[in-house]
């Protein structure tokens, strides 16, 4: 059992990485339908192409988290997720709106 405990990954973080892969799938379908990137910084980091650009900031966030586990912030990753939550509802909304008028 001993093992299983060590093994284990709080449910924050799972839904962490899972809002990450979500931001970056979301991101990628709606580049493909021809929408746009609207953070500055983000479009920037995708000047090299759109899915390294998008890997890189993913890469980021995930570093991110690390660091605010590190230093036992382990609460601001709690706050961060709503913020994704909200951004992959976002996009997901313009991916719909996009697909409702072609």
Known sequence: MAYADKAHV????Q???YLQVLDFLTT????RL???EVSP???W???GGAVLGALIAKLGAVALACLCL???RRR???WVNYWYAALVVWNLSIIWVALSRA
């Open 70 to 72: 590190w230093i036992q």
């Open 15 to 17: 839904l962490f990485l």
């Open 45 to 47: 980091l995708m000047g």
């Open 10 to 13: 709080p449910p924050y973080l």
């Open 28 to 31: 990628i379908v709606g580049l």
């Open 34 to 36: 021809g929408l746009v």
């Open 76 to 78: 601001l990753i709690q």
């Open 41 to 43: 910084f983000i479009r």
